[in-house]
């Protein structure tokens, strides 16, 4: 089944700070803010060496950098349609997704 542009935009608008903080990303001393540092999802990071932004993300240590929707690819190894629909709340059953994600929270983001 073909993703729509509509939810393409909407999975793009959620903030990849608030993906960072639903995944548990960020250094347990502090939280990832705007512009904060983040332990990167595509390799093992002991330090934060992934600045994240709300509209993006990108790693000083390996180069790797995306929006919303390849920062969900890389945290779950999943194709770009199955990223879009667990960003827009339409997992299909049977899907292959490994981790739900508080959608109500990061969509919150989108809403302000």
């Not at 960003?87 to 109500?104: D, K, Y």
Request: aromatic share 2%; glycine share 8%; with cysteine.
């Amino acid at each position: 089944m073909r993703i729509g542009d509509d939810a393409i935009a909407t999975a793009r608008a959620i903030s990849c700070v608030s993906i960072a903080h639903a995944y548990g990303l960020h250094d347990s001393q502090r939280k990832v803010r705007d512009g904060g540092a983040m332990v990167c999802p595509v390799h093992e990071d002991r330090n934060p060496s992934c600045l994240c932004h709300a509209d993006g993300w990108s790693c000083r240590a390996c180069g790797a950098s995306g929006d919303s929707i390849a920062l969900v690819r890389a945290l779950q190894g999943l194709e770009f349609a199955d990223a879009v629909r667990l960003l827009t709340g339409e997992v299909p059953q049977g899907s292959r997704v490994l981790q739900r994600i508080p959608i109500a929270a990061v969509k919150r983001e989108v809403e302000r």
